[in-house]
């Protein structure tokens, strides 16, 4: 019996915390999944920081061996700590031009642990695609139970009538970073005569 092939995963927008976390386990497993990315050659694409789950996460890929692109406002990159050591760091002039950059990049989305940055990230590429504008999969990874206060509300939100029962469907639920790659290819879908613009 043949083996069904997955659409390619070629690069992967990871959207998670410049901080560290108070759980050591959140850094390691951040450092977990970018050694996945190297070992199956997926790019990384990430907000361009060397701190927290950022730096955990683009200095595993990088030391593995891998691909990462790191895009960072100006403003930023002493707050965050732009990390230099990467394959390519792209230094834009707003938040604005970081998502529609991190956007174009990627093939999919994965959320990891993180504060509002993260979420702020998370929900834009969820509302787009909500409108819409895109079908690329994105992954939250409830590690160790992080994101369920906020799975928890979408449910509320929905049973109250203020979102519609399939937007529960715009993402996937994983409970470890080791299951985003596989998710992600098998969600990622194919739209007649490519993606529409976002911007």
């Not at 410049?18 to 790019?43: H, I, M, N, T, Y």
């Amino acid at each position: 019996m043949s083996k069904t092939r997955l659409p390619r995963l070629k690069s992967l927008c990871v959207f998670c915390g410049s901080s560290p976390g108070a759980d050591p386990r959140f850094r390691d497993a951040a450092a977990r999944l970018g050694r996945a990315l190297a070992d199956e050659g997926v790019q990384l694409v990430y907000g361009g920081g060397q701190l927290g789950m950022m730096g955990a996460l683009a200095e595993a890929v990088m030391a593995a061996g891998g691909r990462v692109i790191g895009i960072i406002p100006e403003h930023l990159t002493r707050i965050e700590k732009a990390y230099a050591g990467i394959t390519e760091l792209r230094v834009v002039d707003s938040m604005h031009s970081r998502k529609e950059q991190m956007f174009s990049l990627a093939d999919a989305f994965a959320v990891l642990p993180g504060g509002m940055g993260t979420m702020d990230e998370t929900f834009e590429v969820l509302t787009w695609k909500q409108l819409r504008l895109h079908g690329k999969p994105i992954v939250i990874v409830n590690q160790f139970g992080f994101w369920q206060p906020w799975l928890d509300l979408a449910g509320h939100v929905i049973a109250n009538g203020f979102a519609h029962p399939d937007t529960a469907r715009l993402y996937s639920v994983v409970d470890d970073v080791d299951d985003v790659l596989a998710t992600a290819r098998s969600g990622i879908a194919s739209i007649a005569g490519g993606e529409p613009k976002l911007f």
